[in-house]
């Protein structure tokens, strides 16, 4: 099993990344799949949230209107596109996959994401 994340970088306050996370090695469309960060000194958070049915999203209330997840389920990919970065919004960024009614988790190794001028 392997989540594996990338499209981190610096990036000046306003900007835009898009994140990508490939996964391998579990049935893809039967997990819940989200995005979650980590600043220095702080907890790990939910960012948003992707159903493996419907496609239903949640979002943080500190990133709505301005982060947007989605999922290729025959690609194996999950997304996170980032818009009008705030210098809050640095982070580890971290895919995670859930399956339903299950103890199945698994998780990336995260990348870095930091804006600033």
């Known amino acids: 099993v392997q989540l594996v994340e990338s499209g981190g970088g610096l990036v000046q306050p306003g900007g835009s990344l898009r994140l990508s996370c490939v996964a391998s090695g579990f049935t893809f469309s039967s997990y819940v799949m989200s995005w979650y960060r980590q600043a220095p000194g702080k907890e790990r958070e939910l960012v948003a949230v992707?159903?493996?049915?419907?496609?239903?999203?949640n979002y943080a209330d500190s990133v709505k209107g301005r982060f947007t997840i989605s999922r290729e389920n025959a690609k194996n990919m999950v997304y996170l596109q980032m818009n009008s970065l705030k210098p809050e919004d640095t982070a580890v960024y971290y895919c995670k996959a859930m399956r339903p009614r299950s103890m199945y988790i698994y998780w990336g190794q995260g990348t870095q994401v930091t804006v600033s001028s």
């Open positions: 992707i159903t493996n049915v419907g496609g239903s999203t």
